[in-house]
């Protein structure tokens, strides 16, 4: 076995792993971190991811990669986390483990073995030359071509600095083979963990001037230091790397032919497939498959995939060469095994357990509003014209989401393989009043909680990326309980509710800032306007 130790990074994030056999020092997981943006805590790209999105990540993909047992100690993870901390210790078996895992991690940028780690790049040196550089465990690494990087968390570096670094360190090295800035056989690197990131700014003084990125920090700015000192130092060795950025460009909803206002991006698909465990020889329906973005992503990883949804729209074709298999074409992967009309609540699959994983975004009623096949009060069903019985669309009802959930959890439970997993999107909204999350989670008997993360949209909505496995075969009796508080209807980012004020309906920080300005542009007319006219017209001589 291996011990691992993970960094949270700001851009980015890194693992470390101890490895038994070697003489010196231990694994590293990179985790990308995330920049945070008008208020909201680790952003990445406004989709506001938080750290246990990156933990959960990686514990749903080592089960995927057949390594079982806990990795970290959850305490620790837990004051990491509080602390915006950069390293984690995990256990893993080997290098082997670090290179499956990076196959399929999206939140991760690499692994690194660590050979010394310090409180400054002085210290790092102090470490380098208390190697054994004779070491028979290190003679594979010593004369083999290499490069070497320096990474900054948390702060930006020059080129100059790296050189710095690299040249300071260089007398306490011992590698013996050639370098090789194109296609190295070991690449080393420096690691300078600053800390969380910071935002500077400058004031109107001209100064640069730094504040937290956490939108909970209250503390005041402080002057921006250029030479302060990174809180920790690693030499690492870099062991593997992930194809993040070639994955989420390949996958980018920009390129994607047939999208709709619905359409999952890419990479938050990609992390609800890993959490659903998906992989080759695995069956994964969406039961609300929109334009199939989850299940590209499902695809990605191997699966076979199904996918319906109560819209007729959705499943027909836009035209001969626009619909859901376009985007399984233009990726290069296999066509979805079929697409049907369905509704949730009429058990459509009746109660064979056919599929590996749910993985799916239910409608919150915000751009897409939930349904099911029925009339509403006083009015009468029509019915299907001789002969038109299989074309024919029967009528829909709205849904609330409790509803929607209940649904949902109930088709899980009888449809799933035990050992399965649902993955779906729980929206929350302020005006629910939700202090805890995970007191008002939809249960059911046969499926167990495994996660739940948050992921903050707008000041007062946010939706949580829920994650259960069926533990047991579903009962007769068996149903699900989902708390009253989910029938509340959504109200959420720019869809303003008329009922309230102007004040209240400027929900989202975007549209308060476009309301300050307004406001500051009318006082300056107000004040331009009392102005000329307390000046009179021109010429006039002011009265006595």
Request: negative net charge; hydrophobic residues 40%; aromatic residues 8%.
């Amino acid at each position: 076995m291996s011990c691992v130790l993970v960094e949270y990074v700001t851009c980015r994030c890194e693992l470390f792993i101890h490895l038994i056999q070697m003489v010196y020092g231990c694994l590293l997981l990179f985790f990308f971190f995330f920049q945070a943006e008008d208020g909201i805590r680790d952003a990445q790209e406004s989709r506001g991811l938080g750290d246990v999105y990156k933990r959960q990540e990686l514990d749903s993909v080592a089960q995927s990669c057949g390594i079982q047992g806990p990795l970290y100690a959850k305490a620790q993870a837990q004051q990491l986390t509080e602390a915006h901390g950069t390293f984690l210790p995990v256990t893993v078996r080997g290098e082997e483990d670090a290179h499956a895992m990076a196959e399929r991690l999206i939140l991760t940028k690499g692994f690194y073995h660590t050979w010394v780690e310090a409180e400054s790049v002085a210290g790092l040196a102090g470490g380098l030359e208390g190697i054994d550089w004779d070491a028979p465990s290190l003679a594979g690494c010593l004369t083999g071509s290499f490069k070497f990087k320096v990474e900054a968390v948390g702060r930006v570096i020059s080129h100059a600095e790296q050189l710095q670094i690299i040249q300071a360190l260089e007398p306490s090295l011992g590698f013996r083979g050639k370098v090789d800035l194109k296609t190295p056989e070991h690449v080393f690197c420096i690691l300078l963990d600053y800390g969380a990131p910071k935002s500077i700014h400058v004031d109107s003084e001209g100064r640069k001037m730094v504040g937290s990125f956490d939108s909970q920090d209250t503390a005041a700015p402080f002057p921006y230091d250029p030479e302060e000192p990174p809180q920790r130092v690693y030499f690492a060795r870099l062991v593997a790397t992930t194809d993040r950025k070639s994955v989420l460009g390949k996958y980018s909803l920009k390129q994607r032919k047939y999208l709709g206002p619905t359409s999952m991006d890419a990479e938050l698909a990609l992390i609800m497939a890993n959490m659903g465990k998906v992989g080759k020889g695995k069956l994964v329906w969406d039961p609300f498959v929109g334009t199939g973005s989850v299940l590209v992503a499902a695809s990605h990883f191997g699966a076979s995939c199904v996918g319906s949804d109560i819209d007729h729209k959705v499943t027909t074709s836009l035209g001969p060469e626009l619909n859901m298999n376009t985007n399984m074409a233009q990726y290069g992967l296999e066509p979805v095994v079929d697409v049907v009309r369905a509704d949730n609540a009429q058990r459509a699959w009746g109660s064979r357990c056919l599929f590996d994983a749910i993985v799916c975004d239910p409608p919150y009623g915000v751009r897409a509003g939930a349904k099911r096949v029925g009339v509403k009060e006083g009015v009468t069903a029509a019915s299907p014209t001789a002969g038109l019985e299989k074309s024919h669309i029967p009528q829909t009802v709205g849904l609330n989401m409790a509803e929607v959930l209940r649904g949902l959890l109930e088709v899980a439970a009888a449809v799933l393989v035990v050992g399965g997993r649902l993955v779906y999107w729980l929206p929350i909204s302020d005006e629910q009043n939700i202090e805890d999350v995970l007191g008002v989670l939809p249960t059911h008997p046969a499926l167990a909680f495994v996660a739940c993360s948050e992921q903050v949209l707008t000041l007062n909505f946010q939706r949580h990326l829920v994650t259960m496995e069926k533990v047991a075969e579903c009962g007769v009796e068996d149903c699900a309980v989902v708390p009253e508080v989910h029938s509340m209807e959504l109200k959420v980012g720019h869809h303003a509710d008329f009922s309230c004020t102007a004040e209240t309906r400027l929900v989202s920080k975007t549209a308060q800032k476009k309301a300050a300005r307004k406001a500051l542009k009318q006082q300056r007319r107000a004040e331009q306007k009392q102005s000329s006219e307390s000046a009179g017209p021109e010429g006039a001589e002011p009265e006595n």
